[in-house]
T-cell receptor, first 114, second 116 residues
Framework: GENVEQHPSTLSVQEGDSAVIKCTYS??????FPWYKQELGKRPQLIID?????GEKKDQRIAVTLNKTAKHFSLHITETQPEDSAVYFC?????????????FGTGTKLQVIP | DAGVIQSPRHEVTEMGQEVTLRCKPI?????LFWYRQTMMRGLELLIY????????DSGMPEDRFSAKMPNASFSTLKIQPSEPRDSAVYFC??????????????FGQGTRLTVV
């Protein structure tokens, strides 16, 4: 089955700095990579996703990059703000030949220091 | 749509008691997932359904756990008997499958279970 590793487990940055979270996956057939943000006491919510036919995707201050050859993908948050403080989860799944379960990374606790 | 609805939000029960968690997925979604979240193990997929049929229950920790989906708008996760190590937040999520690609999973607000 798929194995997703996520680093770092905790990350502290100053407000305005950038934050980068990295994930690796094991199944080369995985082709859908969502990122979820979970604020304290709340549900995980999708913030951005990327499919294997693109290498980068941006949405305002967040971006995700994908390197299929190396089997890793990263989340980049620029100009961090205190409200970015949360736990971020990466995930990987296969989308062809029938639905495959999404495998989550272990999460990164991001703290943005004002 | 109100999103994925879970009940109860909080449950405190004594060891050995039966616990039933409930979930109403988003209308039109054909996949339903049950996850367990703990500090030690993160987000673990317990079981998922497609069109009300269980597809993969390999994540169910043991026979004390069971899940059902009698129709497209309702699912339950039952623990019998409950144990203190079952204490966790249980999330239900739903999504739909776009032919050859997955789509995002929408999570419910979770049920915080405490077994004393």
């Amino acid at each position: 089955g798929e194995n997703v590793e996520q680093h770092p487990s905790t990350l502290s940055v100053q407000e305005g700095d950038s934050a980068v979270i990295k994930c690796t996956y094991s199944d080369s057939a995985s082709n859908y990579f969502p990122w979820y943000k979970q604020e304290l006491g709340k549900r995980p919510q999708l913030i951005i996703d990327i499919r294997s036919n693109v290498g980068e995707k941006k949405d305002q201050r967040i971006a995700v990059t994908l390197n299929k050859t190396a089997k890793h993908f990263s989340l980049h948050i620029t100009e961090t703000q205190p409200e970015d403080s949360a736990v971020y989860f990466c995930a990987a799944s296969k989308g062809t030949g029938g639905y495959q379960k999404v495998t989550f990374g272990t999460g990164t606790k991001l703290q943005v220091i004002p | 749509d109100a999103g994925v609805i879970q009940s109860p939000r909080h449950e405190v029960t004594e060891m050995g008691q039966e616990v039933t968690l409930r979930c109403k997925p988003i209308s039109g979604h054909d996949y339903l997932f049950w996850y367990r979240q703990t500090m030690m193990r993160g987000l673990e997929l317990l079981i998922y359904f497609n069109n009300n049929v269980p597809i993969d229950d390999s994540g169910m920790p043991e026979d004390r756990f069971s899940a059902k989906m009698p129709n497209a708008s309702f699912s339950t996760l039952k623990i019998q008997p409950s144990e203190p190590r079952d204490s966790a937040v249980y999330f239900c999520a739903s999504s739909f499958y776009l032919g050859t690609v997955n789509t995002e999973a929408f999570f419910g607000q979770g049920t915080r279970l405490t077994v004393v």
